[in-house]
C-alpha cells in the first residue's frame, strides 16, 4: 500500500497502521455476527415465551451491550493514537499506564457481565422452556445471546491485542 512508503511502517505510524489492520479483522468478524443476529431476530416470532425469557434476561443483555461497547471503544481509541506501552516515557508513560489499567478494568467488567448473562441465561432457559438445552422454541434467543456474548470475546480479543504491544 502506498502509506508504507511514507514511513516504511515504522513508528507511530506504522502501529496506527498495524493496529487499524488488526481492527479491521476484528470487525469483519463482528459484521458477519450482526448480520446473523438480524436474521434470528427477522425469523423470531416473539411469543410469550420469547417476552418472559427477555423479561428475565434483558438487564445482563443490556450490561454486556453497555460494558462490551465501552471495551471496544477504549480500546480502538487507544490503537488509532498508535498506543504502544513500551514506546513511552516520564509522563506519557504515567498516561499510558492509566489508560493500560482502564482497558484491563473493561476487559474485566465483559468478562464478568458474560458469565452473568450465561448463568441468568441458563437458569431462565430452563425456567421458561422447561429445558437445560437448546429447544426449536428457543433458537433465535440462544443466537442472539451467544452474537452479543461473542462480540464481547472478540472486543476483549482486540484489546488484549493492544496490550500486547505486537504488530501482526
Known amino acids: 500500500s502506498a ?13 496506527v497502521k498495524a493496529h487499524i489492520t ?3 479483522g476484528k470487525l469483519d468478524c463482528m ?7 438480524i436474521q434470528a431476530m427477522q425469523e ?11 423479561a428475565k434476561v434483558g438487564d445482563q443483555l443490556e450490561t454486556l451491550a453497555d460494558v462490551g461497547g465501552k471495551l471496544m471503544f477504549r480500546a480502538v481509541k487507544m490503537g ?4 504502544a506501552m513500551s514506546k513511552y516515557a516520564g509522563a506519557d508513560a ?23 448473562l450465561a ?22 434467543e440462544h443466537f442472539f445471546v451467544f452474537a ?10 482486540y484489546a488484549e491485542y493492544i496490550l500486547s504491544d505486537k504488530r501482526p
Open 148 to 157: 452479543l456474548s461473542t462480540y464481547g470475546q472478540i472486543a476483549t480479543e
Open 31 to 37: 459484521h458477519d455476527w450482526l448480520k446473523g443476529s
Open 119 to 140: 448463568e441468568v441465561f441458563a437458569s431462565s432457559r430452563q425456567e421458561v422452556f422447561g429445558a437445560n438445552t437448546l429447544t426449536p422454541d428457543s433458537l433465535g
Open 44 to 54: 423470531e416470532d416473539f411469543n410469550d415465551k420469547h417476552d418472559k425469557l427477555m
Open 80 to 83: 488509532i493514537n498508535g498506543f
Open 22 to 24: 488488526e481492527l479491521q
Open 94 to 116: 504515567a498516561l499510558a499506564q492509566i489508560e493500560q489499567r482502564e482497558l484491563k478494568a473493561d476487559m474485566q467488567a465483559v468478562a464478568v457481565a458474560q458469565k452473568e
Open 3 to 15: 502509506t508504507w512508503w511514507e514511513c516504511f511502517d515504522l513508528w507511530k505510524a506504522g502501529r
